[in-house]
Structures are given as C-alpha cells and as structure tokens.
C-alpha cells in the first residue's frame, strides 16, 4: 500500500482545532430483526468503529421496532422509525439525509440490514481512502468492499465492473492502495465521502428498491474516482447468491422502471456508458425473461416497467409527504447574523513571487482600516526559498503579536486552488472567510465595508467590483465592474460569472453544506457559485472596487485559442451534468465561447472592455487605493 506525505499544519499564536474524520454509518431495516443484530454486531465489534449508527425502521411489523427501542450501543444510535415502508431507496435517502445535516458526517458508510461487516471492514476501506492521497480532494468518492455470500464466494450482486475505459493514471492511482477503479458501487458496506454527497445531493427515494445505489453512486463518480478494495470485507446474506436476473420476483419491475429512469432522465452516465450499460441490461432482461417459468407474469412487471418509465419520478419531498421530511434538497437554511470576526484565507504556490506575496499580505493585514482575525496560509506544494522566507517573517510577526493569529497548511505537492482551498477552509475558525490572491492587493477599506454586509445574515456569497492592474508597470489596465441583485446574479450564472473569486468574502457554513470547493479547471469559483444558488442561498456585489487584480502579460492572448476553449468545455459540461443549465443553454453558450476564443487578439481584448464595462473613477481609486 501507497504511503503519502502527510498534510503539515502550522499555528502560530493560537490553538488549532483537532480535526477528526466524523464516519456514521446508515443502516436500513425491514421484518428481518435476526439478520439486523448481526449487522449491529458486525458494526460495534470490529477494529474502526463509527462515530455514530443511524437506524431507520422501514415500518417494520415484527419485533424490530421494540429491540431498536432497548438497543444500548457504546456509541452514539439515531434510531428513525418510519410509519411506512419506503423502501431501500427511501430508507437510505431518510438515513444519509441525517447523516449529512444533523450528524456533521465525513464519512457516510451505507449497507442493509442483512449485511454483515467484519472485523476488517471499516478500517482497511478508510486505509484505503486516507492511503489514495493525502489531499482530501483528491481521495475516492466511494470505497466499495469485498461482498461475499455466505460459502465465502464473491457476491456477483456486489461485485462491481472495473471502471471500462479508466486510463493508465487512474489504475495507477487504484493499484497503489492494493485497489481497482470502479465506476457504480452498491449500498452494501458502502463508504462515500460527504463532501461530494454535499454536492449532489441525496439518493431519489422513489425508485423504491433496486438501481437507487446504481444511480446515486454513478452521480457521486461522474467526475471523481473510486475504488473497489478486496481488503475491507462484508457478508451479503441473501437467499441465494444470483445476480438480479436469478428470479427477481416483482423487483424485476422496479429494475425495469428505475434503470430506464437512469438512462432516459439522469445526467449521470455519460451518452456512450449509456448505450454500455444500456446494452448489457436489456440483455439481463432477455436472460431473466428466457430462464423464468413464469413467463406471462414477467412479461407483465417489464410492460409496466416501460409504461411507469415515460413520466418522470417525484422529488425526495414530495414521495416521503407525511413520512419524513429531507432537509439536504431543500432551499438553503436561513443565514443568521454573525459577529464580525472572520478569516483571511490565502493560497500560494511556486507561481508566486515573494514580493507580491509580501504585497498582497500587507494589504490584507497592516493597510486595512478593519484588520482579519486569523490568517490561513495555504502552501500549495513545493515553493522557492524566497517564499519560504516571506512567509517566515509572517509566522514571526504573528507569533511576536505584530499580526492576527496565522496558520500554516502545507500540502505535500501541488495540488492546485480547489484542493488548497478546501484544505485551508477546513482551519477556518469563523464562518466569515474573506478571500484573497497571492499576488493581488486588497484596497484598504475592503473589509470595512464586505465585512459587515456578510455578516448580516442573508448572503452567502459577497463580491466586488475590481481593477485589473498591469503586473510589470503596476498601471491601470481596465476596471471590471460588478453586477448586483441576487435573482440578476442568479440569471446571469447559466451563460457567465458574474462574481469575481479575488474579490468576495463568504459564509464558511454554507460552502460546506454544498460540498465546498471542486476542481474544475479556471473556474473553481463558478461551479461553488451555481451550486450554493441551486441551494437556495443569495450572492451579491458591491459596486465599488475593492482589489486591485493583477494582469500577466499575455493575458488576452490566454483568453482565446484551445487551452481558453477546453476549460469552458469542462465548466459547461460541469454545469450541465450538475443539471445547472439545460441542453438549449449548453448549445448557446458554448457557441457564444467559441467565437469568442477564437477572435483575434485585439478584437478580443476590445469586446472584453466592452463586456465588463468601464468603471470612470477605476484609474482615480487605483492611484489613491480608496
């Protein structure tokens, strides 16, 4: 097994919280209470036990709910118990539901009432997780374990395919932990990582039984890896060990309808896995309707299965009415006010050059006429010496008391903004985080005036107007202004960002509700933006300039040509799988992208002025930092 560097964390004048994976385990039962005790068993008495076991009680009629109500555990149970059945798939939307918004998991470890765990199972699928890479962002989305039947064999139900068509980087990635890349998983001994749960959302409670696993494990792996590793072992105890074409029963109708939902209204296979994994079903079907003797009645479950197919499933809410009500897929809580004490959060990287470092730290610390409480300083892999020495003479002013509190986050190599951020957003100590570039300067009164705006309640997200600034001649180039009005923001993001990253400050909570950063080349910022706005929560700008934005040479010629194209490519095709944005809306925008980039370079840069618009005063604030 692969060992990684370790993420190195640095405080200087004050204590860091110890942060500590939360893993709870979500277990769904129904009328089967002696194979539930040894699920229990096999959950409390192995090597890693879960911070917390959450229970829910499908409307059981035999004895289940009584033993749940006398059930004494050495760690925390959340027992719900249902007043009707709603099936595997509405069991474990109810279960990761509370896992994700009560119980602060990290970790979501998934199975049903007749698995049984091992001694082994939990910890070797987290040395697994934690072994895959040292930067959380980059770790599997999933980690499915071993399934064997009750002889020993493997479970060819739970047995999930190598991922068809992985890439040599990938099954190196695999095979470093003793692991194999996996495209779907099933909920028996599942481990999912919450961030990514966060961000899209909860199984859909309708399908009832069967596929719900399919479809919410291939949503969770549309653009992050997982992995299937044999050393982290579960029993599956089912009635025989078939696969789902060995006398389904009824169920061969949910497997109809909900695989049929999978390809017809999901985004979560890609068009060509559909026709992959379209092919191999309708195979299955064939198979289990030439090898049942009940001939007629299957013919029957598969008729209704297309028919039920055509109209498309009902919303978490509206299936579990008057059983359990979902918190994740609702609009986004109220944000309260809060005390106007917040984080500064920087990343930097062998990019960067000390002397702009040493800029814009000043300008975000000793020229602010309101100072940040704590700065988190993310080391994005290897630097140069000059860097380490600026941000050595930081850590000592900050341990002499010249400074707020500092913290030091090093990640072992590059890693890239996305993945710093998340790391560094994880030592935040207050849920207002302002933003800042290594090597662009904050005007004085920036947080003088975003910090009390955000603090207020309301916003999630608040940014700015800004000045782009030549970074040789430090001239004025051009000021982009900033649009404002949240229900105008929220139009405006299905064709373009309109909330520029250096700029904002933003509530702490509310990222992390939504998944926090993803990695989504040039555009990290735009894709939290549409999630924290398909949530519910409102963004806004103020329309002064409050940072000056440093320009490169060669900026407009980046804007154009294949490599600008290819990163809208990966946005677009982010937001449309994140079902953000429509087909029609896809279409429009990338045919706006693609004459855009591949304007020539004057034509370019004079569109983009116009596009951003010209602030009068932008030259005036730039000279006098007002």
Not at 361 to 385: A, F, N
């Amino acid at each position: 097994m692969q060992n990684h560097s370790p993420v190195l964390v640095d405080s200087y004048a004050h204590e860091l919280p110890v942060l500590h994976d939360r893993v709870v385990a979500v277990v769904v039962t129904y009328n089967r209470l002696k194979l539930l005790k040894k699920t229990i068993s096999g959950i409390i008495e192995a090597q890693r036990i879960p911070d917390t076991v959450v229970i829910v009680n499908n409307a059981s009629t035999d004895e289940t709910a009584q033993y749940l109500a006398e059930l004494d555990l050495p760690v925390a149970v959340d027992i719900i118990n249902l007043s009707k059945n709603t099936g595997g798939a509405g069991g474990f939307t109810v279960g990761i539901d509370r896992a994700l918004t009560q119980h602060r998991a990290d970790l979501v470890w998934v199975m049903d009432d007749d698995t049984e765990p091992t001694e082994n199972t939990l910890a070797e699928s987290l040395a697994a997780w934690e072994n895959y890479s040292p930067v959380r962002l980059q770790r599997p989305a999933v980690v499915a374990s071993k399934v064997v039947w009750d002889d020993g064999t493997d479970h060819p139900m739970n047995t999930p395919r190598t991922m068809f068509a992985a890439g040599s980087k990938r099954h190196e990635r695999a095979q470093a932990v003793g692991a194999r890349p996996i495209r779907s998983g099933s909920f028996v001994s599942l481990l999912m990582d919450a961030t990514v749960m966060r961000q899209y959302g909860l199984p859909i409670a309708e399908f009832f039984i069967w596929n719900d696993d399919f479809e919410y494990s291939t949503r969770l792996l549309r653009h992050r890896n997982g992995i299937y590793y044999p050393w982290s072992v579960a029993w599956h105890h089912t009635k025989n060990s078939g696969n789902t074409n060995s006398d389904p029963g009824p169920r061969f109708y949910n497997d109809v309808r909900n695989k049929l939902w999978v390809f017809t209204r999901r985004r979560t296979l890609a068009s060509w896995e559909k026709v992959l994994y379209g092919g191999s079903t309708a195979r299955l079907w064939v198979t289990t309707l030439l090898n049942t003797a009940e001939k007629r009645t299957y013919a029957g479950y598969l008729l209704q299965g297309l028919k039920d197919a055509a109209r498309n499933f009902r919303d978490n809410t509206a299936f579990l009415q008057g059983v359990y009500e979902p918190q994740l897929p609702l609009t986004a809580h109220h944000l309260e006010p809060v005390e106007q004490k917040f984080s500064l959060l920087m990343s930097v990287y062998s990019g960067d050059t000390a002397h702009h470092l040493q800029q814009a730290l000043m300008s975000s610390i000793d020229e602010q006429t309101v100072r940040p409480d704590e700065l988190v300083l993310v080391v994005d892999g290897e630097i140069s010496r000059e860097l380490a020495e600026e941000i050595e003479r930081w850590k000592s002013r900050s341990t002499a008391g010249e400074i707020c509190p500092m913290t030091v986050v090093t990640l072992p190599y590059n890693a890239r903004l996305a993945a710093a951020l998340n790391e560094g957003l994880r030592y935040c100590s207050y849920d207002i985080v302002a933003r800042a570039d290594a090597d662009d300067i904050s005007l004085p009164a920036r947080f003088e005036q975003q910090i009390p705006v955000i603090a207020a309640g309301n916003l999630a997200v608040l940014g700015s107007a800004m000045v782009e600034f030549d970074g040789k001649s430090d001239a004025p180039e051009t000021s982009r202004e900033a649009l404002t009005g949240s229900e105008k923001l929220k139009k405006v993001l299905m064709t373009r960002n309109p909330i520029m990253h250096p700029t904002v400050v933003l509530r702490k909570s509310a990222v992390d509700a939504v998944g926090g950063y993803e990695h989504v080349t040039g555009a990290e910022d735009y894709w939290l933006w549409a999630r924290l706005t398909q949530r519910g929560y409102r963004m806004d700008n103020l329309t002064v300039p409050l940072v000056k934005y440093r320009v490169g040479e060669g900026a407009y010629q980046r804007r154009g040509g294949a490599q600008a194209l290819s990163k809208d490519i990966e946005i677009q095709h982010r937001l449309y799988t994140g079902e953000f944005i429509s087909a029609p809306q896809l279409v429009k925008n990338m045919v706006v992208r693609v004459g855009y980039r591949a304007m020539p370079v004057e034509l370019r840069k004079n569109l983009y002025r116009k596009l951003i618009g010209q602030n009068k005063n932008a030259v005036t604030v730039f000279r006098k930092g007002k």
